[in-house]
């Protein structure tokens, strides 16, 4: 076998083909899911020999790592990837000293026709080096105890193992009869193997190849998965997947030591097993009882005695022990947690999909499938979601609109769909993959048609069971159902998402991810079109490979706001049942052709803190940054922003020429305050700014004597009520601003050392005044200061989409000259030098609907745009999608203003500090109003990444 070291010194030029050339990964950008988190399931995990890092690999194509004691993400590693399986990750392993992550699945067959394990450097993410010339998918990866080593089991051709000073292959064994999936070291160099042709292989391992000491089938099971050696190498445990079973090796001969205490163990399987530090042998899989998929955990050289450890519901799919004594593990739900040396629970990482598994039955759709509901898990009830209003509510029980799968009807019987590989129509087998399997059935109206959802498709059959198309599925297919007008089909996917199909073919129209957190949301064509709540449009964006060679880019859909974000192609997309039909009539509504966008032409530059590292001490407050600077698309960097908890701090404009995927190296010196702190770097190119890159560090200096208040807080509140137009009058706009600055004015002397406030309220809220307002608040505060914009009245969108606040002396017809645009109140916010809040109750158009009643189109773009780290904001908003703003005499203010004021005067402060934070102040608004107005509005809030939680008021 030929071995290919890949050095990271060629200069890669992307070109934008609609498909990839024969051996490169495809050069299109791919729309994927990100939330923080693993989207499907988790495969495998490793730790460096210290217990510092660990590394998840998963399905969803990218390798994860993470601090191990704080939770936090501090990188996710790219690989490039392809469409369908490419890409999926299988297995991981890491070097002992933390410094390269190892990594590899299906990857590199879809250009190479074999496949590669990919190193990463942890540290920067950097894919440095790629082993490629495998004949088949890698299960498994392990690295020796002492670094030197590093083992592939694969599904074909069994093992192979590198020298990793040199990487030069050493040695293989292709004498496998089956797949295999477990290769473990102890720490002698003796390498077993798990193959699923039933056998257990022990070899020594040298740099002059692999000799093969011993080889046994193992009594138990005849599909051994996961291996483990004890610490001191006189045992080797063995996990089956086809029976509840682990039996224990002798680990230099491989004859049969016994099998553990595993009763009680019934159901499922044992699959993973692992020794931890003190020689306590645990076990765990699908095996479920009452209280989830609990861990077996054995005391040292007993086999009988045992502890059964909760891990949570999900089954345990690996197992890798810590240096302390404890154990991590990885599940399907996908989660990873911790397990201290006493079994309780450490640090844990829960997925943010919703989980679609239990929903077959209850997975409810209306006439038009423009509205859907799902299991609100772990909540009781449903959420319902309503496309036209974007509406997103829990509810209690379904509503009469709403109807549940078909799975019975006249002359139709399915059966076998529930989990079955064979399903079955009036006796007859409807046609699937080998080893495909059903989970989900939904007849249509007509009786004509069937859906099944599979683990690998989206399927319709035909009254006599031919198949009619299928459409490749990117998870498991739990739930499927047909509207009621049977021109829709929608399915719920395992990565969390929900799809509309065409009926008529299976072409995908829409997709729809609601984040587990119950109020995030985003919807995106296949193209890429998408409409998104607050906090929900980085929930997507596109993976840009970069060649074989080279980690893959993620731009976040927000680095492309004003090219994709199309709520109005997003709501005539289920309409017209077709994307281009829904894109054209979208521009025809906005005057004419819109100019196709690119994500390949419009790429901003990427950003890459070298130091200080996520997590560092620091104990003086000045600091030199380090960091990289690259523009993929060749364009040049004319802007670098360093900021400190979102606030600008260093701004330069160097003059750096676009090269592409080779990184210029810059450096910057900052003043840190002596506390715990969140410093993030961004850059600009003409296409826009980039995503930041952004690590958290810890004061660990000498902490500071208490002080007087020191910065100073500037408010701008304006009301706009009494509208020259008496048709869009308001009764408390006016009211409301002077209530919240006599709210905040009372913070002088508490939190803020001064306390500067301007009202304009309805005569004098004109936009010239409005203007000149903006104007002052911009340049009184500085990066120390604290700076408050509070606006209540009208807000409406033209016919293209673009916001505009209504002055009182506003002429309707007149919007562009007479409305205050968005963008003026958008570059404000981002020329702001301090901190930035930015209040408004001003949403849907309540002008022309009745009286209490206030608003716009739809607000979610404003607030993301003023919450992007572009431009920094804390934003609050009255209400979400588009929803109403409502006010009420016997409130004396709009509900929003109502609970605001109430919380910075205290109220939001449940814990009782004296302080109320704006993350406090967000949770009591958002419970305060939906009391107030009984649910119908629900406010909503943008924070960006680059900000930490931070005190408002005090009292």
Known sequence: MRLRVCLLTVLLILIALRHAAAGTPPAEPILRIETGMHTALIKRIAVDGLGRYLATASDDKTCRVWDIKTGEQLRVLRPPIGHDYEGRLYSVAMSPDGRYVFCAGWTGYGWDKTHSVYIFERESGRLVKRLSGLPSVVNHLAVSHDGDYLAAAMGEEGVRVWRLSDLSLVGGDKDYGGEAYGAAFDGKGHLATACYDGAVRLYKVSDTGLSLLAKTRVQGGTRPFSLAFSPDGAQLAVGFTDTPVVTVLDGETLSLLGAPN???????????????????????????????????????????????????????????????????????????????????????????????RTSAKNFLIDRTGETIAYAATPKKGFSRFALPGRDLRLIDAPTPDLAAPRTTAPGLTVTGYDGGRAPLLNGQPLKMKDFETAFSLAIAPDNRRLVLGTSWNVRAYGADGQPLWQTPAPDTVWAVNVSGDGRLVAAAMGDGSIRWYRMEDGREILSYFPNADGRRWVLWTPAGYYDASSG??????????????????????????????????????????????????????????????????????????????????????????????????????????????????????????????????????????????????????????????????????????????????????????????????????????????????????????????????????????????????????????VAMIFLAGHGVNDKNGDYYFLPTSVDLEKLRATGLPFLEIQKTIRNIAGKTLFFVDSCHSGSIMGAGRRGMGDLNGVINELASAGNGAVVFAASTGRQYSLEKPEWHNGAFTKALVEGVKGRADTRQTGRVTFKMLDLYISERVKELTHGEQTPTTGVPGTVEDFPVAAY
């Open 536 to 785: 929900g449009e980085d929930m997507i964006g596109w993976n840009v490979n970069n060649g074989p060679e080279h980690a893959a880019d993620f731009f976040p859909a927000s680095r492309f706001r004003d090219a994709f974000h199309r709520p109005d192609v997003v709501d005539l997309a289920l309409r017209t049942l077709d994307e281009d039909r829904a894109l054209a009539a979208a521009n025809a509504a906005r005057g004419g052709d819109v100019r196709s966008p690119s994500v390949l032409t419009a790429r901003p530059p990427v950003v890459e803190i070298l130091s200080p590292a996520p997590g560092d001490a620091f104990t003086s407050p000045d600091m030199t940054v380090k960091f990289a600077v690259r523009s993929p698309g060749g364009e040049d960097v004319t802007a670098v922003r360093l900021l400190v908890d979102g606030a600008r701090v260093a701004e330069d404009h160097p003059a750096i020429a676009g090269r592409g995927f080779e990184p210029s190296v810059l450096q910057s010196k900052v003043t840190l305050p002596q506390r715990d702190v969140v410093l993030s770097v961004a850059a600009d190119n003409k296409n826009g700014p980039s995503a930041p890159a952004t690590v958290r560090l810890k004061w660990a200096g000498k902490a500071a004597a208490p002080a007087a208040p020191a910065s100073r807080l500037y408010v701008l509140a304006i009301g706009a009520g009494d509208y020259a137009d008496k048709s869009l009058s308001l009764q408390f706009p006016a009211k409301d601003a002077r209530d919240f600055a006599e709210a905040m004015a009372a913070q002088k002397g508490r939190l803020y050392g001064d306390a500067t406030i301007r009202v304009l309220t309805d005569g004098a809220a004109t936009k010239e005044a409005i203007l000149e307002g903006l104007d002052w608040i911009e340049r009184q505060t500085t990066q120390h200061d």
């Open 262 to 356: 595993l009763a009680g163990v019934d159901n499922g399987n044992m699959a993973t097993v692992a020794f931890a530090a003190d020689g306590s042998l645990l076990a765990a899989g699908r095996w479920v009882t009452d209280r989830g998929c609990p861990v077996r955990k054995f005391k040292p050289a007993d086999l009988v005695e045992y502890t059964d450890l909760d891990t949570g519901k999900a089954a345990v799919v690996t197992l890798c022990p810590l240096p302390d004594g404890g154990i991590a593990y990885g599940t399907v739900a996908p989660r990873w947690g911790v397990l201290r040396p006493d079994g309780s629970f450490g640090m844990t990482r829960s997925p943010a999909i919703r989980d679609y």
